[in-house]
């Protein structure tokens, strides 16, 4: 079967349906990010549940996830914490902070995740100057351009064997042959890292679109 063939929006169903199907609390946040007027860049369900099968994978206790938006990637994050640990979510828009606040709370995470105000840049080198305890897991889902300068500012705050995740590593930017916007540069600096095993995992988004996730395992 060719790829003009193929019903990208079918299978992405499926693969929600019968994998990553929403339950209220989930689909509640969804409405409520919504009805707040904040724009619908969210993760998808199949993402949001492949982000928590690789924090429990890796038996994660502490997560940074850099861009919170409305909570609905921390909600699916925090899901897979044991009942000691700690997420930490970094967002620069305080309507959007507050949003993600409510939804937390309304899903029984409150008391597990932080969201921290202010540009995530500052945020990481205040973060490297108080001697922040390193994370099993970071995930950068922010403004594209400085994905390089959070490749940077993560990695030291990464553990040895923890994952960085980067989404949108197959955005649309991507088909230009120079690739020099912020998220191609990103994925050459993480291809290049001998100290990181990196791969791209497509992600299907519906319809016609496909973009992906970057993992990298800090050796």
Known sequence: MGTSELN?????????????????VLRAARARMQQSGLPPINVSPSEGKLL???????????????????????IWLARALPPEGKLVTLEIDCHH??????????????????????????TLRHMHAQG???FDLIFIDADKESYPEYF???????????????????????????????????????????DLASIIVPMLRGEDRVDGLILSLKL
Do not use: W
């Open 132 to 134: 922040e305890p390193p």
């Open 97 to 122: 902070a507050e949003v993600a606040r409510e939804n937390l709370a309304q899903a029984g995470l409150g008391h597990k995740v932080e969201v921290r105000l202010g540009r995530a840049a500052e």
């Open 152 to 194: 940077e500012l993560c990695l030291p705050l990464l553990r040895r064997g923890g994952l960085l995740l980067a989404d949108n590593a197959l955005s649309p930017v991507m088909r230009d042959p120079q690739r020099t916007g912020g998220v191609a540069r990103y994925n050459a600096l993480a291809a290049a890292r001998a």
């Open 52 to 74: 928590q099968v690789l924090a429990r994978l890796i038996g994660a206790q502490r997560i940074l996830e850099i861009g919170t938006l409305g909570g609905y990637s921390a």
């Open 8 to 24: 990208l929006q079918a299978l992405a169903d499926y693969i929600t349906a019968a994998f990553a199907e929403e339950d209220a």
